[in-house]
């Protein structure tokens, strides 16, 4: 059967009219794509269109955008103040013949060919396609033999998903451990019995005795933002051009790393050329701005930076430590981005005047070597939890394709 034979309702939300306080609750793809019902950034329309308004059984897939089309969400709360936006169509059968969850189960596995065959556009402008979906062909079982392989499905996806809620929990505390230690460290030292006196600085509070109270900019040689590059889009040319996603926590990644053309890299300067031990600032943009990273790359390749990523360097200061400081500030650093969420950013002149504790230099190196030792081993915990949750996540989606195709008889 084509899907448009199998429900009786599949259409886009609408475009919501944005209000503060409303009872009309937005439902876009950063709601759902995660795959629970996320409402810690809940927005409201003002607008309750009839056609958007999300029910009981409904099928949700996002529709929009690389990484997120595809991904499915099946509604099952009898709240009715939930109102699909334009980028999130919505399915439905409201006569019984076929069960959505069901087709929630199917489509959940089918990520990756809704990506090849229902979409136009670019890469992050890609468009789910309403003819395409409506012609999607797929077998349907009988009602009875429907609802025997959801109620299968439910018990033993159950008891994986309880298991991935347990390691999830643990990833958490561990993250909360990593957050705790680096605090720790970089604000009251490496000696519990030390003697404290205020910082003079209200969100750093009580630091060692012995300890200063500096400004980033007395303690770095260099503070710049990188510039707007011109782009090389045809080939790998090595001219890298180090963007704010490669700029992460956990590391250097330059995966999705662009390239800059030849003429525009031959007139950078050599300061503009990431070194050994630069302190990288993220600088625009929600869960982006405030983001620290440390350029420990040795090998002898050129990279800059584009104009959202600020290098902070210092020739008499451990910038390990200057690292460690300022990954443990990020909530802060984000207080000081002006703008809307998505919009927010800071400057040079901000973060110049950002205070830190410091120790002498021998003390920054051991309170450093520390750090990379304890986080180290954190890491190491938290990615073999990672590992067992993707594995869970193997098995879920085994397990679905078996049984929604036949092979494993429920």
């Given at each position: 059967m084509r899907l448009k034979e199998i429900c009786d309702y599949i259409s886009r939300g609408t475009t919501p009219v944005y209000v503060?306080?409303?009872?009309?609750?937005?439902?876009?793809?950063?709601?759902?794509?995660?795959?629970w019902l996320d409402e810690?950034?809940?927005?409201?329309?003002?607008?309750?269109?009839?056609?958007?308004?999300?029910?009981?059984?409904?099928?949700?897939?996002?529709?929009?955008?690389?990484?997120?089309?595809?991904?499915?969400?099946?509604?099952?709360?009898?709240d009715t103040s939930f109102y699909a936006d334009s980028h999130v169509s919505i399915l439905r059968n409201s006569k019984g013949k076929n069960l959505m969850k069901y087709l929630y189960?199917?489509?959940?596995?089918?990520?990756d060919e809704i990506n090849a065959t229902m979409v136009k556009g670019s890469t992050n402008q890609t468009e789910?396609?309403?003819n395409y979906l409506l012609a999607y062909e797929m077998d349907i079982p009988s009602l009875s033999k429907q609802q025997r392989i959801?109620?299968?499905?439910?018990?033993?996806?159950?008891?994986?998903?309880?298991?991935?809620?347990?390691?999830?929990?643990?990833?958490?505390?561990?993250?909360?451990?990593?957050?705790?230690?680096?605090?720790?460290?970089?604000?009251?030292?490496?000696?519990?019995?030390?003697?404290?006196?205020?910082?003079?600085?209200?969100?750093?509070?009580?630091?060692?005795?012995?300890?200063?109270?500096?400004?980033?900019?007395?303690?770095?040689?260099?503070?710049?933002?990188?510039?707007?590059?011109?782009?090389?889009?045809?080939?790998?040319?090595?001219?890298?051009?180090?963007?704010?996603?490669?700029?992460?926590?956990?590391?250097?990644?330059?995966e999705g790393i662009k390239y800059a053309k030849d003429?525009?890299?031959?007139?950078?300067?050599?300061?503009?050329?990431?070194?050994?031990?630069?302190?990288?600032?993220?600088?625009?943009?929600?869960?982006?701005?405030?983001?620290?990273?440390?350029?420990?790359?040795?090998?002898?390749?050129s990279v800059i930076t584009d104009g959202h990523v600020m290098i902070v360097r210092s020739k008499t200061y451990n910038t390990r430590y200057m690292y460690y400081y300022l990954c443990s500030r990020k909530e802060r650093l984000e207080?000081?981005?002006?703008?809307?969420?998505?919009?927010?950013?800071?400057?040079?002149?901000?973060?110049?005047?950002v205070s830190l504790p410091m120790p002498s230099l021998g003390e920054q190196q051991t309170i450093a070597s520390y750090l990379d030792d304890k986080c180290a081993r954190i890491d190491a915990t938290t990615?073999?939890?990672?590992?067992?949750?993707?594995?869970?996540?193997?098995?879920?989606r085994a397990l679905i394709n078996e049984v929604v195709t036949g092979q494993r008889a429920v």
């Open positions: 503060d306080e409303s009872p009309y609750k937005v439902m876009n793809q950063a709601t759902f794509s995660k795959g810690s950034n809940m927005r409201y329309t003002s607008k309750n269109a009839r056609e958007a308004q999300i029910k009981k059984g409904d099928l949700l897939m996002a529709s929009t955008g690389g990484g997120v089309l595809g991904k499915v969400f099946f509604f099952d709360s009898d189960y199917v489509f959940s596995i089918k990520y789910l396609q309403r959801v109620d299968y499905l439910d018990a033993r996806l159950g008891k994986i998903d309880a298991r991935i809620a347990v390691l999830e929990k643990e990833q958490d505390a561990y993250a909360r451990l990593k957050k705790s230690v680096i605090h720790h460290a970089v604000t009251r030292g490496l000696d519990p019995n030390v003697s404290l006196k205020d910082s003079g600085v209200e969100w750093i509070g009580m630091i060692p005795e012995h300890w200063e109270t500096k400004r980033i900019k007395d303690v770095v040689s260099d503070i710049f933002t990188g510039v707007s590059p011109v782009y090389e889009y045809d080939n790998d040319n090595q001219n890298y051009v180090f963007g704010q996603r490669n700029n992460q926590e956990y590391g250097i990644d330059f003429d525009f890299f031959k007139t950078r300067l050599p300061k503009e050329f990431l070194k050994y031990g630069d302190v990288l600032l993220n600088t625009l943009g929600g869960g982006s701005v405030g983001r620290t990273g440390y350029y420990d790359i040795e090998d002898n390749i207080m000081m981005a002006i703008g809307s969420t998505n919009q927010a950013f800071f400057n040079i002149s901000d973060i110049r005047i990615e073999n939890i990672g590992k067992q949750i993707d594995a869970l996540k193997r098995l879920k």
